[in-house]
């Protein structure tokens, strides 16, 4: 059997899959918006009324609390997690930021920016502390906000940089909470 020419990889390629997450990241991503759709499960039908989400998954929210089999009430939230990929995370933390409070909040902000200056050893600290809490989508993040510092990119970018960063942090803690 002859064998294949060596392809040799450009910088270029590298570039291309930076950004990309792995299948294993896409799965954790659609547990822990499943973990989320729980959250937001919880709360009571007035409130999953009020939120500014699709209508589709307004209903997925409102169906699951009937469903009483296990492994349907898990096929539930795994379908309300791809439906919540589709909405602005942020907006949906907003709802669930309350049941933190702001001491939680202000905390959850000041873990984010000892992360970003110190680096792996706090990373550590805070997943002993959230055991949700995953080291390479942290360490991503991490590692794009200090790309962008070094780059001296516009300040909106950064900021929407540290946002991602906040709002990861912010769901590994609402679901390490519970």
Do not use: C
């Amino acid at each position: 059997m002859a064998r294949r020419p060596q392809q040799r990889f450009t910088e270029d390629d590298f570039e291309t899959l930076e950004g990309r997450a792995s299948k294993t990241e896409q799965k954790k991503a659609v547990q822990r918006m499943a973990a989320l759709g729980e959250q937001l499960a919880e709360l009571n039908p007035k409130q999953i009324q009020k939120l500014p989400v699709e209508e589709r998954l307004i209903d997925a929210l409102l169906d699951v609390r009937s469903i009483t089999s296990h492994e349907a009430r898990r096929r539930q939230f795994l379908r309300i997690g791809k439906l919540l990929r589709n909405e602005d995370e942020s907006v949906i933390l907003s709802y669930l930021t309350p049941q933190q409070g702001a001491k939680k909040t202000a905390q959850l902000q000041r873990w984010v920016e000892r992360m970003i200056i110190q680096g792996d050893p706090v990373i550590k600290e805070f997943m002993k502390a959230h055991n949700a809490a995953e080291h390479h989508p942290i360490r991503q993040h991490i590692l794009r906000i200090q790309r962008d510092i070094t780059k001296q990119v516009p300040a909106e970018e950064l900021a929407e940089s540290k946002l991602k960063l906040f709002n990861y942090i912010q769901q590994v803690a609402l679901i390490s909470d519970n």
